[in-house]
């Protein structure tokens, strides 16, 4: 669709007239895994990629298609591609690019999944793994001169929402000669648009705030055509194929992304400030906060600051115990960008897999809770704190 429009109309109508048979107002789920041709010729010609069409869903699948181009319309990228998760979008695009001998450079809060794989899976394919401290703009830029094949970056991160400036940094990877890759999850892309920051390609978890509706798992990177056709093929060949019904449900959470992300900003905010006020919180971290250490880079590049925050209770473990449990409107479960809020302490969740002691010197309290704020009335979400807030008082006699 080139027609002219704003991103919350481009999430509704985006990507979509291209798929749209027998009149349908909406695109249908394709679960046909092959596709059958009369004409050799044509079969030909589709399977060689003369003509467009589908031959096997392992390869392409229209409803999936749909999805591609609504999320590229959105991140105005020339292409994407899909995976079965965004895990898998993650590892494919990395294991297109690196080969024994390659060096990345990235930061310390990454996602954990993407953290493991910085740790324990490239260094055994002999690639080089350079971790920043996540935020400390110098290091990364001293690090990315030393040469590297890709510089890899997530902002916000998790569980903390540190931010990095993606302008200055993709302006250091592309000086040093780097892939400059940005998971843009937590960003979503009506907050923010990396690839317009500079960067050659945005990864999506489309499980999180892209589907919306913790009902479907699946992933993406967006890019040039050359760089997404290269992912595309090492992901046609290997298999973590995006599943059609899957496709249908984030194509179909997108079009309120714009609505829902304004109303979980908002409820973040509003949280993040309530949280302030309280004497057992030790700590807020929200980007949108001017006391964030780098709310004015966040400000620069994000249209606003998401739904994502997190908070340290006194008390640690034993007060994380009493609070969360007390809480009427949000589930207690690993998941994040959902319509319903969610909690978990980050020790249970995004650092399950540290220490006490490492998390301690990732500065990550042991009472750090992180909430993903949902769509829910910004005045519940606050009373339901409150009254949590109350009876954890009471339970712990402060
Ligand atoms: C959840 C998440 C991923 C991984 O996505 P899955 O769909 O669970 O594989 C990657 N990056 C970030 C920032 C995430 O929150």
Redesign the pocket.
Known sequence: MNRESRPGTRAVWAGEEDYLVHGATQVPVVLSVAYGYHDMDEWYDVATGKKKGHIYGRNTNPTVQAFEDKLKTMEGAEAATSFS??????SNTLSTFLVPGDRIVSIKD??G??NKIFTEFLPRQQVEVALCETGNHEEIEAEVEKGCKILYL?SPT?PTVKITDIERMANAGHAAGALVIV?N??GTPINQNPLALGADLV?H????FLGGHADA???AVCGSKQLVEQIYHYREINGATMDPMAAYLILRGMKTLHLRVRQQCDNAKALAEYLQTKDIVEGVYYPGLPEHPNHDIAKKQMKDFGGMLSFAVKGGVETVRELLPKLQFAHRAAN??AVETTVGPARTTSHVECTPEERAAMGIPEGLIRVSCGIEETADILSDFEQAFEQTAAALEV
Do not use: H
Request: net charge negative; proline share 0%.
């Open positions: 998760t965004g895990m898998a979008a993650i990454t996602y999944g993407t997530e998790n998971d999850t937590f990864i978890s489309a499980t999180k798992l699946g992933g994040l960008g």
